[in-house]
């Protein structure tokens, strides 16, 4: 699971390491991006309520950004 790859597991976990990196206007690419980095964070958050995490905004992330070609309603 790429959440237990510490170098990308730790970029992911301080949103300042990607908040501030340049893109190009109607760039659609960074939605995945902050939706991983929320995701990371919720898995690795040690005050977490729950013990599990849902990645469902990750995942309609992931349908937006390949125009409806990822679909997880469909195998």
Do not use: I
Request: contains cysteine; aromatic residues 14%.
């Amino acid at each position: 699971a790429l959440s237990h790859v510490t170098p990308l597991r730790d970029f992911f976990l301080r949103e300042c390491n990607y908040s501030k990196v340049k893109r190009p206007p109607g760039d659609s690419s960074y939605l995945l991006v902050q939706r991983f980095g929320e995701l990371m964070r919720k898995l690795w958050n040690p005050r977490n309520f729950k013990a599990h995490v849902s990645p469902h905004e990750m995942l309609q992330a992931v349908v937006l950004w390949s125009k409806k070609r990822f679909q997880f309603t469909e195998q």
